[in-house]
Structure formats: C-alpha cells, structure tokens
C-alpha cells in the first residue's frame, strides 16, 4: 500500500466515522499523556494462560478493519470486520479469552511523533480511547516479541498445533531449536493457511481444530487479523488460541524481533520472513 492509498484509506475511514474522525484529529494535535491501560506483568500472563485463557492481539491492522478499512494481507470482511468489534466489545475479566494491545499506547504523544509512530498507533489510540474498556488489564502485544514464547507456552498442554502460513511451518520444521521443543510436548502439528487472506479459509480450519483432541491442545496462531476471529470462535467451546504474530519466530530464531522504532521500511523489516 502506497502512501497515496493510505491517506485515501484514512480519508474514506474518517467519511464513513465523522465521530472517529474529530477524535482522531483532536488526539494528534493535543499532546496527551497517552491511553492509561493497565497491564499484566509477565507472570501475570503465564497465570492466564495456565488457567486456560486465550490471548488475542490488537495493532494498527486491527483497528484499520473494525472502521471498514484493509490491510495488503487481508482484504475488508464485513464478517471479519463485526467479529473484531465483537471480541472487544464482549471482553471483561471473565471472558475466556483476553484482549492485547501494545503497551506503547501508553505512551505521551510527543514522544510518538518523535519517534515518527504516531501515524502507525493514532487509529488504534483512538480507538481504545473510545470503545475499549478501562477497567479491564491487557497483555502487552508485543510480549511475544521480546520474550520467548516456550516460557509461556511449555507445560500449558500436552498437545500443540500451529495455525500458520506454509513458509512459517517450514521455517519452524527446518529451525535448530524444532527438537527442543519437541520435547516438550507430545505431538506438534500444523494447519497451514494462506499468506494472504486467510480468513476466506475460516471454514477450513474452524473444522481441522475440531478433529484434533482441542481440550489437551494449544494451538497457536500466526495468520493476521483472521487469527483473532477463529481463537474468538474457538474459545467459545473451551479450546485454548493464543495469537503470536510475528512471535512466532521463535521457534526458528533465539533472537527478540525488532521493535517498531520509526515507521519508515516497518512492512520490511517485519513481514519479509513471513510471507
């Protein structure tokens, strides 16, 4: 997406969402102290997903779909779409799943804009300013980023399943580290996806998660804002998702990923060993 497609982006977004829009444009120009979201600590997390919660990330992506928008590895889906508004607006401490946003929206929004991250975060900033709640604790998005995920995910379950493109399995298959986690667990599989749009495959793996012996499986996904909507829709019957994103380089890589530090050359760095 080029930049002349982004600003049309942004401007059929604001046409559709005039309230969106004022509150978009305030929050850029006012220098505020950022979001205010409480977070669990590492620990925290490990507990939650031990009692079984599911962990679904939330990023500038996410926020583009829920107001009509896309993304150049997921085309809009109305269903989509309604689902992402739907795991946000469901969420409490209770639900058995919990929501992650990354932690950087706490941040003031001078500092943003030093860092040149403000045009990346606004639409998710101000999307949490307005419908997300604020009595609820998240997970940081990026907690898969800069720690390993085997300490969050090792002893959780007997079984564990990737849900992930094909170049990901192979990376994860090929990996040096593939044998350690093996050890781990009792049986490792994969559903693999489409790179791009998967969630025209939501049938497809709705259905292979159910052939597997989901109470006694993790299974962790890695296949953009379609992943969201199917840990949502499997954590409705008790199986457990948790959304790694590009975390899910860990298994092929003892390396924390780069963190977005300016928004110049972001797609490269991030998704060229995914797609």
């Given at each position: 997406m080029n930049l002349l497609e982004k600003i049309l982006l942004k401007l059929k977004i604001f046409l559709r969402h005039p309230v969106?829009?004022?509150y978009f444009v305030l929050h850029y120009f006012?220098?505020?102290?950022?979001?205010?979201?409480?977070?669990?600590?590492?620990e925290e997390v490990k507990e939650?997903?031990?009692?079984?919660?599911?962990?679904?990330?939330y990023g500038d992506g996410e926020a583009t779909m829920m107001l009509g928008g896309y993304i150049f590895y997921q085309k809009y889906n109305e269903s989509?779409?309604?689902t992402l508004k739907k795991i946000v607006q469901n969420c409490t401490a209770n639900t058995n799943y919990c929501l992650?946003?990354?932690?950087?929206?706490n941040e003031k929004s001078k500092n943003l804009k030093k860092r040149f991250l403000y045009t990346i975060y606004t639409l998710l900033i101000t999307y949490y300013k307005l419908f997300f709640k604020k009595d609820i604790k998240y997970v940081d998005a990026f907690i898969f980023y800069k720690h390993d995920v085997l300490d969050f995910v090792k002893n959780v379950k007997e079984?564990?399943?990737?849900?992930?493109?094909?170049?990901?399995?192979?990376?994860?298959?090929?990996?040096?580290?593939?044998?350690?986690?093996?050890?781990?667990?009792?049986?490792?599989?994969?559903?693999?996806?489409?790179?791009i749009d998967s969630y025209d495959e939501k049938d497809y793996v709705l259905k292979k998660i159910r052939e597997f012996d989901y109470r006694n499986t993790l299974f962790l996904?890695?296949?953009?804002?379609?992943?969201?909507?199917?840990?949502?829709?499997?954590?409705?019957?008790?199986a457990q998702?948790?959304?790694?994103?590009?975390?899910?380089?860990?298994?092929?890589?003892?390396?924390?990923?780069?963190?977005?530090?300016r928004s110049e050359g972001i797609f490269n760095i991030i998704f060229k060993n995914f797609l």
């Open positions: 969106f829009a004022y006012i220098n505020n102290e950022g979001c205010g979201a409480k977070f669990y600590t590492n939650r997903i031990k009692e079984g919660k599911s962990i679904i990330r989509l779409s309604n992650s946003v990354p932690d950087i929206i079984n564990l399943v990737f849900i992930t493109p094909q170049k990901s399995k192979d990376m994860i298959i090929e990996g040096s580290y593939f044998n350690e986690y093996k050890k781990c667990f009792k049986n490792i599989d994969f559903i693999t996806v489409k790179a996904f890695s296949c953009g804002p379609s992943g969201k909507a199917f840990i949502y829709d499997i954590s409705s019957y008790g998702g948790i959304d790694l994103g590009h975390g899910i380089s860990w298994f092929w890589s003892k390396e924390t990923l780069p963190l977005i530090t």
